[in-house]
T-cell receptor, first 117, second 111 residues
């Protein structure tokens, strides 16, 4: 399958600072990427859909001013957690939509673990 | 939202086939069923998907009932590395390819 990377794999930051997470599709172009959040022992929760060259679409209840998404190229989307607080500590996972084949598939990155102190 | 129902957990003996069921009675005619799995602390891994015909790849087989209201993922010879949470999901093409994850089935493969 296709490869999606995330950077960093883990990050620790102080409360009030901002953290940027990168998601890259390494061997295909992705006009659409998705950002998820996962708390311990819970399932993945979709946060937003990131579209190349346009504004992201956020799921209900997700603050767009707190979770800034930029999809500046066909292989890169970034998620910035602004003014992070301890309750933002979570596992953040991105996925990229691969439409090369007749049947499209989404491939996921390895995730970024964020700890806010 | 499109909804699937899976057992919370299952056990399987190493080397035996693991059969993971999924109910999706609300599936519409053009919605595909996708299966992913998530090994602890990793991102989900794509396994297989199907519409109405049975599918097989190097990882698994997918059996979809004729009425498409349920399906079964089969891992033919489970290994300890197959221990993971398995998710059965509708692929929402008309919503830009969204995947809405349920709680999944926690499969434990035991020696």
């Amino acid at each position: 399958g296709a490869v999606v990377s995330q950077h960093p794999s883990w990050v620790i930051c102080k409360s009030g600072t901002s953290v940027k997470i990168e998601c890259r599709s390494l061997d295909f172009q992705a006009t659409t990427m998705f950002w998820y959040r996962q708390f311990p022992k819970q399932s993945l929760m979709l946060m937003a859909t990131s579209n190349e060259g346009s504004k992201a679409t956020y799921e209900q209840g997700v603050e767009k001013d707190k979770f800034l998404i930029n999809h500046a190229s066909l292989t890169l989307s970034t998620l910035t957690v602004t003014s992070a607080h301890p309750e933002d500590s979570s596992f953040y996972i991105c996925s990229a939509r691969d439409t090369r084949l007749h049947q499209e598939t989404q491939y996921f990155g390895p995730g970024t673990r964020l700890l806010v102190l | 939202d499109a909804k699937t129902t899976q057992p919370t957990s299952m056990d399987c003996a190493e080397g035996r086939a693991a059969n993971l069921p999924c109910n999706h009675s609300t599936i519409s005619g053009n919605e595909y069923v996708y299966w992913y799995r998530q090994i602890h602390s990793q991102g989900p891994q794509y396994i297989i998907h199907g519409l109405k015909n049975n599918e097989t790849n190097e990882m698994a087989s997918l059996i979809i009932t004729e009425d498409r209201k349920s399906s079964t993922l089969i891992l033919p010879h489970a290994t300890l590395r197959d221990t993971a949470v398995y998710y059965c999901i509708f692929y929402l093409y008309n919503q830009g390819g969204k995947l809405i994850f349920g709680q999944g089935t926690e499969l434990s493969v035991k020696p």
